[in-house]
Structure formats: structure tokens, C-alpha cells
């Protein structure tokens, strides 16, 4: 009786695999592959075997061949991967440098450890205040298109409240599509797109990020500056719990001693709408060049969800209501750390820095 050329099979492989596991660099399995699973392997002269089998003997050692052939290969893989790693991380090792003593020694100055700076921090500290009041913080793209940053906010192409927002436009794609975004309110788009889609309403939700506008610098306004908007959408949402999350914020983040005040405003998106303004921290409330001698800085929009709003995204407007506010990050820590110009944020004078460390 004739013995079966895969007698030796499972032997073979552990030997193959032993093989593959004592490989210490690329160069090697490189120059071991021919041998390991090659033309002149020993699994190719196994293969080769299988012809003088009968015609079912034959599948069923193919089958246990190529299984064989399976394991052997993906171990090779994995241990090409395993060394690969290993060779790229010893050439970045070798190619690190160490400046520090180089700079300390040529320079002898000390080495200071950086910080957030202060929008960073003040935007931190906006997030943990609202999150405390019960909402949760998301994201949104900085270049939107037109329709998310105008036309589903209610400002469809040529209304004349397009000119309350200096745009710049994005050379992509059709003229005038796409944008820098001028406010963070098509990241309350977004949400209510993706909670129809996902059936999540309610709402209650803050934003932060970047905003562009072509506004030129003072005291109070940057051409590339910091928003949070704050959405909220649920049953019986009333212009009351709009101005009642307004005042907690204010006294919540500024103290007891400021105060809000809400005035009638417009903007497309919101009905009512209301421009909402604080006591100013550097004058208290006397008058001062920041705000202007009213005793008040404006610090951002707010007013009730319009249904064109909800329109847009697939709401019913009879079922849900809500509301939103939107203010300058940038604004509050103008506020609250009695800054009587804005443009000290992007001056980068050391002196001024280091007193927010």
C-alpha cells in the first residue's frame, strides 16, 4: 500500500512556520520567500505530488494542501508587516534629534512650557457651563456650501440679508457655492438633519468653532473669529426658556453681579428675534471707548426657530419647537477678562500672554 505524499504535511508546516518566525529583518524573508512558499518550496513539490492520486484522494489532499498554504502564507504576511514596523521605527529613532541642549546651550535661555491660549481656554470654559446646564457639545465643518451656511437658514440667494454677513467664497466648484462659513449655525443644520435621519429628537445641543468674515479689525470685531451656538429642539420650547438659559448662562459664567438684556432684533432664521447684550466688565456699566458709552456690550443673536427652518430640514413644525443663540467666544473673554481691545488676541505680545498662563 502505497503511503500518502502528505504524510509528512503537518511536520512540514511547523517547520515552514519555524522558519518564518526565526526571520530577523526584511532582507531575510525577502531572500527566504522563494524557499518558504516559492516555486521550488516544499509545498510546490507537494502540489505537484497530487497527480498520482486517485481523483477523489486527490481533492481531499488538495484541500489539506492549500489550508497548509493558507497559514504558512498569512504567517509570512504578518511576520512582513512585524518587521517592517520594526525597521521603520528604528529609522526614525535614528533620524531623531534632540534640539534641546543645542538650543539651551546656544541661546542660555530657560525652557518654558507652552498653555492654551486664551480663546482656547474661554471656549473650554463656555463648553463645561453649558454642559452643566444640561447640553451636550458637537462639531461642525469650517467651509460649508451656500445652502447649509444661507438658503436652508432662510436666506435664499440675493436677499438682502446676505449683506449682513462680509463672505468669503471658496474657489470650488460653481462660483459663489461654496464658503467660508460666517457663523455656526449650519452646524445646527447638520444636527437636525442627522436627528430626522436617526430619529434623536430632541435637541440640546452647543457648538463652537471658527468663523470668517471680511470685517475689519477694532476693539470688538476680528476678520477670523470664535463663535458657540447653542441649539434647542423639543416639545413647548417658548421664547421664556430661551431668555431664562440666556440669564443662567450670564451670571453663571460672568458672576451675579452681570447682567443680560435681551433687545428686538432680526435675523432670517429666528422669529421672534432678539440681540442679547451683557454689562460691560470694563467700564461696569459707566460708558467706556469698548462699549461705545452704552454701559453694554452685544454679545451675539438669538431668538426663536423659523419654520422655514424647520421646512428645510423635515421637521414638523407643529410637533416640535425650539429656539437658538449664537455669541463671539472671542467676545467673552474680551468680557471676562476686561481685554479693551480684541486685537490684543492675535498680537502675539508675549507680555500679554503670560498673564493668561
Not at 469650517?142 to 436677499?159: G, K, M, Q, R, T
Not at 477694532?218 to 438659559?245: M, P, S
Not at 427652518?309 to 472671542?330: K, L, P, Q, R, T
Amino acid at each position: 500500500m502505497t503511503s500518502s505524499p502528505l504524510a509528512g504535511l503537518a511536520d512540514q508546516k511547523s517547520q515552514l512556520l519555524a522558519s518564518i518566525a526565526a526571520l530577523e529583518s526584511l532582507e531575510q524573508l525577502r531572500e527566504a520567500e522563494p524557499r518558504l512558499i516559492g516555486k521550488r518550496s516544499v509545498l510546490a513539490s507537494l502540489q505537484k505530488s497530487l497527480g498520482s492520486l486517485e481523483p477523489e484522494a486527490r481533492r481531499e489532499a488538495g484541500a489539506l494542501l492549500q489550508e497548509a498554504r493558507r497559514v504558512v502564507e498569512s504567517a509570512l504576511e504578518e511576520r512582513r508587516a512585524l518587521l517592517a514596523r520594526d525597521a521603520r521605527l528604528r529609522l526614525l529613532e535614528a533620524d531623531r534629534l534632540d534640539l534641546g541642549d543645542v538650543v539651551l546651550g546656544a541661546l542660555r535661555v530657560p525652557a518654558a512650557v507652552g498653555h492654551p491660549g486664551l480663546v482656547a481656554s474661554t471656549q473650554r470654559e463656555l463648553e463645561d457651563v453649558f454642559v452643566t446646564m444640561g447640553f451636550n457639545v458637537a462639531d461642525g465643518p469650517e467651509v460649508e456650501s451656500d445652502w447649509y451656511n444661507f438658503e436652508a437658514l432662510n436666506i435664499p440667494p440675493a436677499h438682502p440679508a446676505r449683506g449682513l454677513w462680509d463672505t468669503f467664497y471658496v474657489d470650488l466648484g460653481e462660483p459663489e457655492t461654496v464658503v467660508l462659513r460666517t457663523h455656526t449655525s449650519p452646524t445646527q443644520i447638520h444636527l437636525m438633519e442627522e436627528a430626522v435621519r436617526s430619529a434623536t429628537l430632541p435637541i440640546h445641543s452647543v457648538m463652537p468653532g471658527r468663523c470668517f468674515r471680511r470685517d475689519t479689525p477694532d476693539a470688538r470685531h476680528l476678520a477670523t473669529f470664535h463663535q458657540i451656538e447653542g441649539l434647542v429642539v423639543d416639545r413647548g420650547i417658548t421664547f421664556a426658556h430661551l431668555a431664562g438659559v440666556i440669564e443662567t448662562f450670564t451670571r453663571a459664567y460672568f458672576g451675579p453681579d452681570i447682567e443680560s438684556r435681551l433687545r428686538p432684533g432680526f435675523f432670517p432664521f429666528t422669529e421672534p428675534s432678539a440681540e442679547f447684550e451683557v454689562t460691560c466688565t470694563i467700564c461696569r456699566g459707566g460708558g467706556c471707548r469698548t462699549c461705545s458709552q452704552t454701559g453694554w456690550i452685544e454679545l451675539g443673536g438669538c431668538g426663536m426657530l423659523d419654520p422655514a427652518v424647520f421646512d428645510a430640514v423635515g421637521i414638523d413644525g407643529d410637533e416640535w419647537s425650539g429656539f437658538a443663540f449664537g455669541f463671539g467666544i472671542d467676545r467673552c473673554a474680551q468680557m471676562r477678562h476686561e481685554i479693551a481691545d480684541m486685537r490684543a488676541l492675535i498680537e502675539n505680545d508675549t507680555r500679554f500672554l503670560r498673564q493668561f498662563s
